[in-house]
């Protein structure tokens, strides 16, 4: 088993994993910050944790949450083949129930499962940083529906959590942020304190 493995794998069982171009700056930015500590919300089968992994050279402790079970245990086997059990962490369940329960710092918290509850993992990713913590955040531009009028009831829900996420982003003092048109929309946002 591979990392090419599982990127194929995720790709037939059309799990959205992330995306080339969102890798490539994501790598950058891990890189730039060197992060000891990441919180993942949305593990699906350890693609990307494996990624950040790594590209840190496994320096890194990273926590990750992933709400189906199958994915859940398919990740943790992808990420005993690849022997990194001392370094990645798979919490089960349901990331809005768990992210409470949670009372430690992390330097990077990587937010990619469900868009509509969007603001309320921004709420616990907050609290769960520190001064120069970076919050990233896959698909926030969701196929362009949040920038568009016209959007279909079945995304509707995504699409004002989505807004609302952007909007707190953006209007919070104490964050920079800046998003990008890479793959879905990856929002990266610094806490200034
Ligand atoms: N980060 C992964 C892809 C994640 S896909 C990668 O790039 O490899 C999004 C995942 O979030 C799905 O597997 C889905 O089951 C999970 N998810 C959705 N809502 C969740 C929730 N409330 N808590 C935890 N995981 C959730
Ligand atoms: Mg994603």
Same mark, same amino acid.
């Given at each position: 088993?591979?990392?090419?493995?599982?990127?194929?794998?995720?790709?037939?069982?059309? !799990?959205?994993?992330?995306?080339?171009?969102?890798? $490539?700056?994501?790598? %950058? *930015?891990?890189?730039?910050?060197?992060? /000891?500590? #990441?919180?993942?919300?949305?593990?699906?089968?350890?693609?990307?944790?494996?990624?950040?992994?790594?590209?840190?050279?496994?320096?890194?402790?990273?926590?990750? !949450?992933?709400?189906?079970?199958?994915?859940?245990? $398919?990740?943790?086997? %992808? *990420?005993?083949?690849?022997?990194?059990? /001392?370094? #990645?962490?798979?919490?089960?369940?349901?990331?809005?129930?768990?992210?409470?329960?949670?009372?430690?710092?992390?330097?990077?918290i990587?937010?990619?499962?469900?868009?509509?509850?969007?603001?309320?993992?921004?709420? $616990?990713a907050i609290?769960?940083s520190h001064k120069g913590s970076i919050i990233?955040?896959?698909?926030?531009?969701?196929?362009?529906?949040?920038?568009?009028?016209?959007?279909?009831?079945?995304?509707?829900?995504?699409?004002?959590?989505?807004?609302?996420?952007?909007?707190?982003?953006?209007?919070n003092?104490n964050l920079e942020?800046?998003?990008?048109?890479?793959?879905?929309?990856?929002?990266?946002s610094k806490v200034l304190n």
């Open positions: 088993m591979s990392i090419d493995n599982i990127k194929q794998n995720a790709i037939n069982k059309r !799990i959205p994993i992330l995306m080339e171009d969102t890798l $490539e700056v994501t790598k %950058n *930015i891990l890189l730039q910050v060197k992060p /000891k500590k #990441i919180l993942e919300i949305g593990t699906a089968t350890g693609y990307s944790a494996i990624n950040f992994s790594s590209i840190l050279n496994n320096n890194v402790y990273i926590d990750t !949450i992933e709400l189906d079970e199958t994915r859940a245990n $398919e990740a943790i086997e %992808n *990420i005993n083949n690849m022997k990194l059990e /001392k370094y #990645i962490n798979v919490i089960k369940g349901n990331a809005v129930e768990i992210l409470p329960t949670l009372d430690e710092s992390y330097d990077l990587f937010i990619d499962a469900a868009k509509g509850k969007y603001p309320i993992f921004l709420k $616990e609290r769960l990233l955040a896959d698909n926030v531009l969701y196929k362009g529906y949040v920038m568009s009028n016209y959007n279909k009831h079945k995304q509707r829900t995504a699409v004002t959590h989505l807004r609302e996420y952007i909007k707190e982003i953006t209007e003092p942020t800046k998003i990008l048109e890479v793959g879905d929309g990856l929002a990266i």
